[in-house]
């Protein structure tokens, strides 16, 4: 691993097994689903809560 992520600019890593059978399948699984398949190494929570920007008011009303 390289020292530039071990110092925080990664902010996260998926680690898949490469012993799974259609591995573009489980790439896209990992990546689009909640649950995955894998592991993810993350920095910061996964549930990390954020400000609400005027981005977000149509889906508050």
Known sequence: MRSSSLHGRVARVHLISRHVDCTVCTVLQELFTH???GSMILRRPLQ???????????GIL
Do not use: H, Y
């Not at 990390?48 to 149509?58: F, H, M, N, P, T």
């Open 35 to 37: 649950k995955g398949i």
């Open 48 to 58: 990390a809560l954020r400000s609400a920007g005027i981005e977000d008011v149509s």
